[in-house]
């Protein structure tokens, strides 16, 4: 009788494990993991043309206390029973009318609800090119018929045991990757609580309720996805812009209370919470000058976000023909973000009342809104906010003060 060394040694799979810092099976093949290596509990499937094979298989297996199996003589049904059933292990022939094992092998790796299930070859051609191939095809053993008792058992064994500790393994990354979810899902959740309070940190003293930082961020996300930004630079810009007036915290009350037009002078101090809100979100802005912060600085800031929310505060006050402040920038040189909280931010504040006016009526708003298309605004945000209009207004109600 013609054999092969079984392609699946658990001593060498110890060693391979070792080395690339999984764990060890031997510390898997302990007490604690008696259940999972219940091998005789383990459900064996056969597929062979010739049921007296499969009678005698079975024989040997229940010798060796092996209790579930299923056999399939029509290799036709072979991968439907192997998708309805998924046993721990299969046995299957290569010489078999209709679809013969190469054809098995190949469709069960193809699926993913398949490859996993490892399979020996019991079969009767045991030539060097067929052994070859079906290893190439995902077989995990070959024996060859007649096959001896004793070393059938083992190969089934030693398969079955590296199968448990790989399940169990699965089991353990799957649940070590549940944990990781849980926990980003919780500091996400964290830092958009800490973005929000300290935005709102910008309007308690000016407003009645943190509404508005909401909305721009809202708006702000929306007409970043009709123009086109990927899902997570919006969901950024969602978070990022409700910090763009956290400055406010350093104006004067005098100034940023005032229930009427301001002075040059008074306006020249306003216009600095551009600046203050950026020092607030990264640190490193403390020691530049007061005048002006230098871009490179933004790249000290790790936070992407905040990155974001740090261009935001500085250019959400530029105009598109170059007349807005701090630094007069024009056209597409203002940064796209900056270029799209403009538009949300001056929307909000028409359409809700500040200490200074009252609030403008929907018509009012789209007018002024359309009237900057082109000197305050990036024509193609004003496009992309008359578009999204409807869901626009759908969140100013919704998020209403």
């Known amino acids: 009788m013609q054999t092969q060394e079984s392609t699946i040694d658990p001593a060498i799979m110890t060693e391979q494990l070792e080395l690339s810092g999984q764990?060890?099976?031997?510390?898997?093949?302990?007490?604690?993991?008696?259940?999972?290596?219940?091998?005789?509990?383990?459900?064996?499937?056969?597929?062979?043309?010739?049921?007296?094979?499969?009678?005698?298989v079975q024989k040997y297996l229940r010798a060796a206390s092996f209790k579930r199996f299923i056999t399939c003589h029509d290799p036709s049904k072979a991968i439907d029973t192997l998708t309805r059933e998924q046993p721990d292990l299969l046995l299957l022939d290569l010489v078999m009318p209709e679809m013969n094992g190469f054809e098995i092998l190949t469709n069960m790796k193809s699926d993913s609800a398949l490859n996993h299930i490892p399979v020996i070859i019991l079969t009767s051609a045991t030539d060097p090119q067929t052994k070859l191939e079906a290893l190439k095809?995902?077989?995990?053993?070959?024996?060859?018929?007649?096959?001896?008792?004793?070393?059938?058992?083992?190969?089934?064994?030693?398969?079955?045991?590296?199968?448990?500790y790989h399940d169990h393994l699965a089991k353990h990354t799957a649940l070590l990757e549940h944990q990781v979810l849980l926990r980003t899902n919780e500091l996400r959740a964290a830092q958009q609580q800490i973005l929000y309070s300290l935005a709102s940190a910008g309007e308690f003293r000016d407003e009645d309720t943190g509404m508005h930082v909401v909305r721009v961020g809202r708006y702000s996300g929306i007409l970043?996805?009709?123009?086109?930004?990927?899902?997570?630079?919006?969901?950024?810009?969602?978070?990022?812009?409700?910090?763009?007036?956290?400055?406010?915290?350093?104006?004067?009350?005098?100034?940023?209370?005032?229930?009427?037009?301001?002075?040059?002078?008074?306006?020249?101090?306003?216009?600095?919470?551009?600046?203050?809100?950026?020092?607030i979100i990264c640190a490193a802005a403390r020691r530049q000058l007061a005048s002006g912060v230098d871009e490179a600085m933004f790249e000290l800031v790790e936070s992407p976000i905040m990155q974001m929310?740090?261009?935001?505060?500085?250019?959400?006050?530029?105009?598109?023909?170059?007349?807005?402040?701090?630094?007069?920038?024009?056209?597409?040189?203002?940064?796209?973000?900056?270029?799209?909280?403009?538009?949300?931010?001056?929307?909000?504040?028409?359409?809700?009342?500040r200490p200074y006016k009252a609030a403008f009526p929907k018509e009012k708003c789209f007018e002024i809104i359309k009237?900057?298309?082109?000197?305050?605004?990036?024509?193609r945000v004003v496009d992309a906010f008359f578009a999204t209009s409807e869901e626009i207004e759908r969140i100013q109600r919704e998020f209403s003060d």
């Open 23 to 56: 764990p060890p099976l031997d510390n898997f093949l302990t007490s604690e993991n008696e259940e999972t290596l219940s091998l005789g509990e383990a459900t064996v499937m056969m597929v062979d043309d010739e049921p007296i094979i499969a009678e005698v």
């Open 137 to 164: 095809r995902g077989a995990a053993d070959f024996l060859a018929k007649p096959v001896e008792a004793g070393e059938l058992v083992l190969r089934l064994r030693n398969i079955l045991t590296v199968k448990a």
């Open 224 to 279: 970043a996805r009709h123009l086109g930004a990927s899902s997570e630079w919006v969901e950024m810009i969602e978070q990022a812009a409700p910090l763009h007036d956290v400055g406010k915290i350093g104006i004067p009350d005098a100034i940023l209370l005032k229930p009427g037009p301001l002075e040059s002078s008074e306006f020249e101090v306003m216009k600095k919470h551009g600046a203050i809100g950026t020092q």
């Open 309 to 353: 929310a740090a261009v935001i505060a500085e250019s959400h006050h530029e105009k598109w023909d170059g007349s807005g402040y701090p630094k007069g920038l024009k056209g597409e040189a203002i940064p796209a973000e900056g270029r799209i909280v403009a538009v949300a931010d001056v929307y909000d504040a028409l359409s809700n009342e």
């Open 371 to 379: 009237q900057g298309r082109g000197a305050h605004f990036d024509p």
